[in-house]
């Protein structure tokens, strides 16, 4: 028998039993455990915070590109018949024309309490033009038979300003004015929407409604320019509010403040509409309008800043005339050169009759004779033309003008995220037709912009309460704007060497070479261009002109023999001395920037009217010659040299090539969070 198939005997069970985990390999265990599960929460963290991110970039990019189209189809159908205004500028802590100081750049907090070693100064540009296209009012039609546009519109870009309905600073009465706007944006209505800032104020106003730059809005705001008709408009059988003949009710006809049935402005300046306070047409005369009669009459006074405007009974060359030909033929002593600007007394004292030729040749004549009557010519002509920003941000109307527009001074057009009161109940029946459409004006000229949730409005007991935020939006926390004739540096020495030459660019003084801005130690700047370079020694040396090719040249081509220095038109003093010393500015200094441009914090505006050059002189310039002199000379080589290079008869007034707009945005669910965009627009020129 196999020895291995014997039966064996049953095996003993075992005296060893199966052992538990221990407490110290549990505890082991749940370690692991734990670090494994904080492993994955942070890498799921990591991803989902990679992905918020994302979708905020993705947000942000979206807007900025819709801003874009916009923009590049405003500076596409631009027109050079009609002025274009830049005003490069902080956020200050006062307007340009205070009684208390110089204004200097605010340290803005992007967010609610933000550290104050992360804030930094914010620019907040303002630019206006005007385009040809087909345009029309924002407001909706009164009527289906009223239906006017215009071919010509003035477009602005800048920032508005938000007003706290419930500031404890308002009583009954201002609360519902502002509820319920009207056309003067609180003129006479005894509060100072500047000095308050918990109603308005200016932006980055400490402790106000437009501190925070995460809740800026930048605003598009749209002027149709639209003349009165001289016929009737057309009206239905039946309209809001009226009974009757209507065919014949003056109160619908077309005037200075009326076109279509919709409000008007007189005029495309600030300071005239808002002198012009009672409803008189072109001749002075009572004008019925729809809102100016009755016993529901409103302001006559049309402030563009009030946001419920967008139409002006003013056409571009009228415009245009008042830009270059205040100085023909007006006031005393008609014919001789006589410069009237928006607050010389002949105007003030009559700004209905003092009007100025439209047909002034090359945009007015006489010539000054004198650099004082110079002085004064550039002068004018830039004061008419900042009178086409639709804000007073520098709060010149206020002290230059009545005491009363110091309420204005120093804001911005207002805007709102929503309507204050549009289901408001009216008597009126026009009214309740009417009404509304001031409420959307304020919400339709905000281009970009949303509420924060960190938005704190005051409430009666000056507590401070978060507001939902408006996610499908974003909020404009800075607006630069700069132009370029196209020129690139050639200076070889520079370290913008064959750079683009831009005007306006945000720049500060590193006063500790830390190589980004240190509150409280470096000055914001605006970056102008100027012979004296002891403050910036990179900076480009200012432009001059070839008075033969009408070219803007640099220092450095006439150095390079691009143009001999007797072409350059330099030799003329736009503004007297400089410092108790006579200086003569060249033209990008005098004509375009009307200042001597040091370096300096600004605001500082550049200027481009259409037309010419008023003051250029080709017999003023070294290299002319009359036909006499020119047969003088006898050889017939030199005769031709000199002959080829006669200065121009007429000098175009130098307009931008490129404007370039860099703007920064932030999100509104998460204020920390900005992205900057940049967008060149080729003008042309």
Known sequence: MNKHLQAQPPAKPSSRRRQAFTLLELLAGIAAAVLITLALATLFASAGATVSVGQRVSKLNRIAASVEHQMRADFRAITREGALVIRHAYAYDRPLYSSSGIPEPLLVPLYLDQPTTERRPRRVDEIVFFANGNFSTARSPLSTLANRSGTTARIYYGHGSLLDLNSPRLNNQQREFLEEPDFNFGIGEGFNLHDDAEVMGYLGQPGGVNELASEWA????????????????????????????????????????????????????????????????????????????????????????????????????????????????????????????????????????????????????????????????????????????????????????????????????????????????????????????????????????????????????????????????????????????????????????????WYGSADFEDNNNSGAFTPGSDQAFIKLYRSDISFDPDAVRPLVVDNVTGQFLTDADRQADRSPSLRAIESRNYGGGIDGEDRFWTAQEGLIHGIDPIVASGPVYAYFAPGTDPIYDPRAQDNFRTPQQLANIADPIARAEAAAVQPKETMEWPWPKLVRITMTLADPEDPTFEQTYQFIFDLGS
């Open 218 to 501: 930048l605003l598009r705001h749209v002027t149709v320019l639209i003349p009165p008709s001289a016929n009737l408009v057309e009206v239905p059988n039946a309209f809001p509010g009226f009974t009757g003949n209507l065919a014949n009710n003056p109160r619908l006809r077309d005037g200075s403040r009326q076109i279509a049935f919709q409000p008007a402005m007189p005029t495309l300046f600030r300071y005239p509409n808002a002198l012009l306070g009672e409803a008189l047409d072109y001749s002075g005369q009572p004008e019925p309008t729809l809102r100016h009669q009755g016993g529901a009459a409103r302001s006559a006074r049309m402030i563009a800043a009030s946001g419920l405007i967008d139409i002006a009974t003013m056409d571009l060359p009228d415009a245009m005339a008042y830009v270059r030909a205040m100085h023909t033929g007006i006031g005393p002593g008609a014919g001789a050169f006589n410069p009237i600007g928006p607050y010389d007394s002949e105007f003030v004292n009559d700004p209905i009759g003092v009007r100025p030729r439209r047909n002034a040749p090359g945009g007015g004549t006489p010539l000054p004779q004198s650099e004082a009557e110079l002085a004064g010519l550039v002068s004018t002509m830039h004061a008419w033309m900042r009178q086409l920003m639709p804000v007073d941000s520098d709060g010149e109307d206020a002290e230059f003008g009545p005491s009363q527009l110091g309420s204005l001074g120093g804001v911005r057009m207002r805007t709102a995220f929503s309507p204050p009161n549009l289901f408001r109940e009216y008597a009126n029946e026009f009214q309740r037709a009417d009404r509304p459409n001031d409420q959307l004006a304020l919400v339709n000229n905000n281009f970009v912009g949303a509420r924060s949730v960190g938005f704190r409005p005051r409430t009666a007991s000056s507590d401070r309460v978060r507001a939902p935020s408006r996610p499908r939006s974003a909020a404009c926390s800075e607006f630069i704007v700069e132009w370029s004739f196209g020129q690139v540096e050639h200076d070889p020495g520079s370290p913008r060497h064959g750079e683009l030459i």
